[in-house]
């Protein structure tokens, strides 16, 4: 079935650097743009990054750019993102999220469980 | 611009609950709605997209509109269940190629 699963959450110092993926399967992952979407402890959802289909396209929520990259390798079906100079304000759970059409179109049609991330010293 | 909703709201089984997204700039009518059922512990889900386009499998109970003249998106639960206890998110398009979410609404079927 349709599924993403992240990983690669976990305890990070602040200033220092976590790299991210997520696993995709049961579609045609090298046809659809990708998100990145976080969740801190108790808050919202929050946007982070999205990467067209052939990765030729990212835009970056102003929160992050600069020290986030998002990236993908679509033979081996994986998004990335990439994350440096992190701090107390990075703790989420990390989502990454399948756009339905295009970058922006029709939402964000298949999610996956999240990962955590705790930027602690 | 930003997306306002209610922190919570509660309802009885088998009654309507509204749970309403007021953008703060511009028109809601300018870029689609998409509403998000979050369940604890779980990823979103998609309930409604564009407006009021619900994916398949999604119960038609739930329903989305706008209102030009609230400037506001609306998610409309009705016969409500107490599986639909959770958190909604609201989501829309900046024009800017950025996402903007609404803060979420905790939905209490008590």
């Known amino acids: 079935q349709v599924q993403l699963v992240e990983s690669g959450g976990g305890v990070v110092q602040p200033g220092k650097s976590l790299r991210l993926s997520c696993g995709a399967s049961?579609?045609?992952?090298?046809?659809?743009?990708m998100h990145w979407v976080r969740q801190a402890p108790g808050k919202g959802l929050e946007w982070l990054t999205v990467?067209?289909?052939?990765?030729?396209?990212?835009y970056y929520a102003d929160s992050v750019k600069g020290r986030f990259t998002i990236s993908r390798d679509n033979p081996k079906n994986t998004l990335i993102l990439q994350m440096s100079s992190l701090s107390a304000e990075d703790t989420a759970i990390y989502y990454c999220?399948?756009?339905?059409?295009?970058?922006w179109g029709g939402g964000l049609d298949v999610w996956g469980q999240g990962t955590t991330v705790t930027v602690s010293s | 611009f930003m997306l306002t909703q209610p922190h919570s709201v509660s309802e009885s089984p088998g009654k309507t609950v509204k749970i309403s997204c007021i953008r703060s700039?511009?028109?809601?009518?300018?870029?689609?709605v998409q509403w998000y059922q979050q369940r604890p512990g779980s990823g979103p889900i998609i309930v409604v997209h564009?407006?009021?386009?619900?994916p398949s499998g999604v119960p038609d109970r739930f329903s989305g509109s706008i209102d030009r003249s609230s400037n506001s998106a609306s998610l409309t639960i009705s016969g409500l269940k107490t599986e639909d206890e959770a958190d909604y998110h609201c989501?829309?398009?900046?024009?800017?190629?950025?996402?903007?979410f609404g803060g979420g609404t905790k939905l209490t079927v008590l």
């Open positions: 989501q829309s398009y900046d024009g800017s190629n950025h996402w903007v």
């Open positions: 700039s511009g028109s809601i009518a300018s870029n689609f």
């Open positions: 564009e407006n009021n386009q619900r």
């Open positions: 990467i067209s289909y052939d990765g030729s396209n990212k």
């Open positions: 999220a399948k756009a339905s059409v295009g970058l």
């Open positions: 049961g579609f045609i992952f090298s046809s659809f743009g």
